[in-house]
């Protein structure tokens, strides 16, 4: 009995625990779904500048909903106008010649929805940018959670030079590009009937891939003495990762903010962090400088902003220091006991491997045969040097 006793008090406390949890279910205000989205940003290049119309959805079916049909022009301080042409898809396009683009110039946007809404921005200046001062990266071992694990790779970083007289306010965008093989050509396939390939096809045996770094970068020497800084941590390639076996580089686009978009994207990238858990910190509500004029209470997210930009590209190859560990997804497999007639039409085409004399009873995944398959290009980059 005695026995009895402990275990249900020892029981008690887990039950009680396990009784008071339920599930989180936030309640979204339906003022909060459907709200207008405006996303676009004027450079100091010039040329084709491109503004996104789309409307927000609720957190519990996350799709993207661009709004075309809308009347969307931008004015400058000097009340020039440029009328943008709706390309169907949620994007407006417009060009406008870098002599307008000058520092100092400041521009707005305008927008009227298919409903007659309308939007409005403040106006946002264009601030000096500083060139990019360099690029580079430093061989680093990140810890992991096991004290004894360390995770090899090189870490890059950017370093910024301005003068008093540019911005202080920056956003650094970085964009990885890397080649990357297949691991075979492809020779033999079956789609009911064996088919061979002679000479091999390597049309789509090496290719390039091209990706934004998803991680938002902001820098402000506003509280500094000079406008320079040192170090600015980028993003981390380790050893395991395809991109450092054939070729890797690194572009950094430089953008110079006024202080307002500044805090736009500080906001942004503090809510996009990873530190941190659900309830560590509640997520800043981001205001930009868009205004529904036909409905003041009714929110419009996103910014309209304008900055001049610059860049800098760095190629890597064979690290010093660095053992690559780099090891293929591919991994052909047999197709079954009957060979080829356990191969469904619907796998068609099915690639073999090749053994020197003909071909193996070996499937491989598409992948393995053409780099395409995992979303890059077969055409070199007019930068690409190796």
């Not at 909060?32 to 519990?60: A, E, F, H, W, Y």
């Not at 000096?128 to 360099?134: F, G, L």
């Not at 994207?265 to 659900?278: A, H, K, V, Y």
């Not at 039409?345 to 053994?355: E, H, K, R």
């Amino acid at each position: 009995m005695r026995r009895t006793n402990i275990i249900l008090l020892v029981l008690m406390p887990a039950l009680m625990v396990s009784s008071c949890i339920k599930p989180f279910d936030p309640h979204i205000d339906s003022k909060d779904v459907n709200k207008l989205v405006v996303s676009g940003q004027i450079t100091d290049r010039g040329g084709d500048q491109i503004v996104s119309i789309s409307m927000s959805c609720p957190i519990n079916h996350l799709e993207h909903r661009p709004l075309a049909g809308c009347s969307v022009r931008i004015i400058d301080d000097k009340d020039n106008e440029f009328p943008m042409g709706d390309s169907g898809d949620g994007n407006y396009h417009v060009w406008i010649d870098s002599s307008y683009l000058t520092a100092g110039a400041a521009f707005k946007i305008e927008i009227v929805t298919p409903e007659g809404i309308k939007i409005t921005s403040d106006f946002d200046s264009i601030s000096e940018c500083p060139p990019v001062d360099s690029v580079y990266f430093l061989r680093k071992d990140l810890p992991t959670v096991d004290p004894q694990v360390f995770v090899k790779g090189i870490q890059f970083y950017c370093d910024l030079d301005g003068k008093n007289t540019d911005s202080r306010f920056y956003r650094i965008e970085a964009i990885e590009t890397w080649e990357y093989h297949a691991d075979y050509p492809l020779e033999w396939w079956y789609d009911g009937v064996v088919h061979h390939v002679f000479p091999p096809d390597y049309s789509r045996f090496v290719c390039w891939s091209n990706v934004l770094v998803k991680v938002i970068y902001t820098l402000s020497t506003d509280n500094l003495v000079e406008n320079k800084y040192h170090l600015f941590p980028l993003n981390f390639v380790d050893n395991h990762s395809s991109r450092l076996v054939y070729g890797y580089s690194l572009l950094i686009n430089q953008y110079a903010l006024s202080e307002a978009a500044y805090t736009y994207w500080d906001q942004l990238r503090i809510n996009s962090s990873e530190d941190g858990g659900l309830y560590n910190k509640q997520p800043l509500a981001i205001k930009g400088n868009l205004h529904n004029i036909s409905n003041p209470d009714q929110d419009v997210l996103g910014f309209f902003g304008v900055s001049s930009i610059k860049s800098k590209r760095i190629f890597v190859r064979n690290v010093e220091n660095l053992e690559l560990e780099y090891v293929s997804n591919c991994t052909p497999i047999s197709p079954g006991p009957n060979g080829l007639a356990d191969i469904l039409p619907l796998t068609y085409p099915a690639y073999l491997m090749a053994n020197g004399q003909g071909y193996d009873l070996v499937v491989l995944d598409p992948e393995c045969v053409n780099c395409m398959a995992i979303g890059g290009t077969n055409v070199k980059p007019v930068f690409w040097p190796y």
